[in-house]
Structure formats: structure tokens, C-alpha cells
């Protein structure tokens, strides 16, 4: 653990960037506003890596992400490259010993992510995975109320993930690719963050599924992977839910919304609108505002700027950051950001859906 010390005591952490698409410039802005250096970045080509540096602002382009994430310059590596790249950074990064923080899906197949999770932990590196609608300080507040019982027992967890940007038989992506986004994919993709966020909310797990999917026909009879799930579930806790995600649907852009409904309280959040919380009663309904005077310490120390100015999906990234880096300076012991642990118990539940849809039964959740 040498290499530890010498980075836990640096002041700034030293971030290189493997993939910079939309999501590798979000990390890339969200570790600036840390104050920490973002060192060098990579691309699918040397070349288009050296014009993302340039156009960045960035010192150096890598030629390739093997060497990002081993580099002896780097302390810290962010993985935003399409899916099926993960698993390889990741390890080689953690080899490397360096603090990793990698993309969901943290890999395409259960077993692989598993190792992975393994190897984190046995290298006692901070090893993070970016679910950050945690980072949404009403999404903490809502946590916070099923914690301290102002919920009361959790009984129903529902809602939706939806967006529209597949919905065409003509759109495609990398995603769509079985091979570059993996056996899943709205699921993976999207689902993912819906059951992390629901999860890490409540305290409860998923434990037994059943799940339907619809994968549309795309021009040119290109194979493609899940377009829609239908999920109906039960928790280790005894709640039951139901889950539609999908990539399919108009006019919705990045609608993930969930309801928690307790004995007392129900609690719904809307990350398109994440400024309030709906605290539902048999008494009167409320629309909770983000206010840090009037919020739990948990949900607070999330609202960087006072109640009345808007924060979002950017702020989460940054709040997000913030952990992982006071983790590090922990030796790997502080903070609460979700981890590899928690990606690939993601994947495992991937894995589950996909089973599920293909012989239609109910399947259980290690
Ligand atoms: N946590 C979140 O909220 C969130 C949101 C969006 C995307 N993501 C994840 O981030 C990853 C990237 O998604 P995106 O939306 O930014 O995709 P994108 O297509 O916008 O960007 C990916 C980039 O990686 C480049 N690339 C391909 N192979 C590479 C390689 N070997 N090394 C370096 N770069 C390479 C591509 O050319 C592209 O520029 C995916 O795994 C996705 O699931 C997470």
C-alpha cells in the first residue's frame, strides 16, 4: 500500500479520463470543480484524442486507454468508453493501483463484474461507479425519511425510467450493439440507475423478479437488444414493485420517477423536476422544497447553492466526485459512493431480467 500514502496525501488527485463522448465530459467538468487536475484523456483513436485534449483544455492525449489507466502520471482513472471496454480498463486499472471510477454498466456479464468487484476490494483502492441520482439532495431526503420512520414500513415501490431517443426503427447508437452495449440494454442502460436509486433509497433488495421485454425491428434487420421491460418484484424486506423502463417512448427525455409508499408516508421523486419531494398523507399532500435550512443533514450537505436555485444532474456528478476524492484521502474508508459492489450487484440483476424475459418465469436476485 505504498502507493497510497503517497496518494492519499497529495492534494490534488491526479484524473486522466478514458473516453470523453457526453458522459467523459461530464466527469471531465465534475472533477474541474474539485479543484483536482484532469491530466490526460483518450479516445477510440490517437488522433481523435488529441483533438478532444485540445479542444478541452487537457495536457495530454494518451494513445490509447490501456495506457491512460496504467500511466505512473495518474492517480486517479474515469472509464467512459462504451460498455464492453470496461471490464478490461478496470482491471488493468486496479492492477495498477489506481482509484478507479468506471461507468455502469460496470461490465456486460455477471461473473465478470463479480471478479471485479473481488479484485476492488482486495486492492483497497476506491473503486466507484457513478449512480449518482443519489447525489440528488431530494432523492437523499426521501432516504432519509424511510430512515428515520417518517415513512413509516415500506409497503409498494413503483414508477418508470423512460426516454424516446430509440424509438424510431432508424435510431441507433453503440448501445444498440449487442457486443458494444452488451446482452441488455435499456435495462442495463437506464434500468440500472432506477433500481440502484430505489434501493440505496429504501434499505431494501430486490430479491425475485419476473420481467417481460420488447426489443423493436430496426432498419436494416440490425440485431438489437431490449428496447422496453415491464418488471414486477418483490423485496428481502416484503415490499412489492413494479418497474417499466424503456428507450421507446415519445416525448419522454430522461423521466425516471419513483414512489415509495409507506404505512405513513408516501414519498415520490421526479429527477426531471428534482427541486421537490411529494410527501403524500391521508392528512394533507405536501411538495417538499429543496431548502438546506429546513432539510435532513444527509439531504442538505448535497444543496450547494440555497433553496430557489435550481441544482441538477451536473451538481450530482460534482457532489459525486467529491466523495469518491475524500475517499481516497480516507485511504479508501470514507464516504458513501456507490461502489463496485453495488454496480455488479446491478448486473447480476441485468442478468436476471434477461432470464426472466426468456422463459417466463420468476427468477430470485442473489
Ligand atoms: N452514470 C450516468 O448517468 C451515465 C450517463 C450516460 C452514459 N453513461 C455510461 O457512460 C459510458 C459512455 O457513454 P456516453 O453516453 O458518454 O457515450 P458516447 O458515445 O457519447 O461516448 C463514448 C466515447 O468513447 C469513445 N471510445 C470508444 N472506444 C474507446 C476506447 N477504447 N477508449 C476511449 N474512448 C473510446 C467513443 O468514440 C465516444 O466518443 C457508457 O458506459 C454509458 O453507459 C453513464
Not at 275 to 288: D, I, W
Amino acid at each position: 500500500m505504498g502507493g497510497m500514502s503517497t496518494t492519499a496525501s497529495r492534494s490534488s488527485l491526479r484524473t486522466a479520463i478514458a473516453g470523453v463522448g457526453m458522459i467523459g465530459r461530464v466527469h471531465l467538468d465534475a472533477v474541474r470543480r474539485t479543484g483536482a487536475p484532469v491530466v490526460g484523456v483518450s479516445a477510440s483513436t490517437p488522433a481523435r484524442a488529441k483533438e478532444a485534449a485540445a479542444a478541452l483544455g487537457v495536457e495530454r492525449a494518451f494513445d490509447s486507454s490501456q495506457e491512460l489507466v496504467t500511466s505512473d502520471d495518474v492517480d486517479v482513472v474515469h472509464i467512459c468508453t462504451p460498455n464492453d471496454a470496461h471490464a478490461e480498463l478496470a482491471e488493468l486499472a486496479l492492477r495498477a493501483g489506481k482509484h478507479v471510477v468506471c461507468e455502469k454498466p460496470l461490465t456486460t456479464s455477471a461473473a465478470t463484474a463479480d471478479a471485479l468487484a473481488a479484485l476492488a476490494a482486495e486492492s483497497g483502492r476506491v473503486a466507484a461507479v457513478p449512480f449518482v441520482y443519489r447525489y440528488h439532495p431530494m432523492a437523499a431526503e426521501a432516504r432519509e425519511r424511510v430512515r428515520d420512520g417518517r415513512a413509516g414500513d415500506v409497503r409498494l415501490l413503483h414508477g418508470h425510467y423512460l426516454q424516446d431517443w430509440l424509438s424510431l426503427p432508424g435510431d441507433t447508437n453503440w448501445r444498440v450493439d449487442a457486443v458494444a452495449g452488451g446482452p441488455s440494454r435499456a435495462f442495463a442502460d437506464i434500468g440500472s440507475h432506477w433500481c440502484d436509486l430505489v434501493e440505496w433509497v429504501t434499505g431494501h433488495r430486490i430479491s425475485e423478479l419476473t420481467a417481460v421485454t420488447r426489443t423493436l425491428a430496426r432498419d436494416g434487420g440490425v440485431p438489437a437488444t431490449e428496447d422496453a421491460v415491464q418488471l414486477l418484484f418483490r423485496t428481502d424486506r416484503d415490499a412489492t414493485g413494479t418497474l417499466t423502463v424503456s428507450q421507446i417512448s415519445p416525448g419522454r427525455k430522461n423521466r425516471l420517477w419513483f414512489e415509495v409508499d409507506g404505512s405513513a408516508t408516501s414519498l415520490a421523486f421526479d429527477q426531471e423536476n428534482p427541486e421537490t419531494l411529494f410527501v403524500g398523507s391521508r392528512g394533507e399532500n405536501a411538495a417538499v422544497q429543496r431548502d438546506p435550512a429546513v432539510l435532513s443533514p444527509a439531504a442538505a450537505r448535497l444543496s450547494v447553492v440555497p433553496g430557489g436555485h435550481p441544482m441538477g444532474y451536473l451538481d450530482c456528478f460534482a457532489a459525486f466526485v467529491r466523495d469518491v476524492h475524500a475517499a481516497v484521502r480516507e485511504n479508501g474508508t470514507g464516504g458513501a459512493f456507490p461502489t463496485f459492489d453495488d454496480a455488479a450487484r446491478m448486473v447480476r440483476l441485468t442478468e436476471a431480467v434477461l432470464a426472466s424475459a426468456a422463459d417466463r418465469s420468476w427468477k430470485e436476485v442473489s
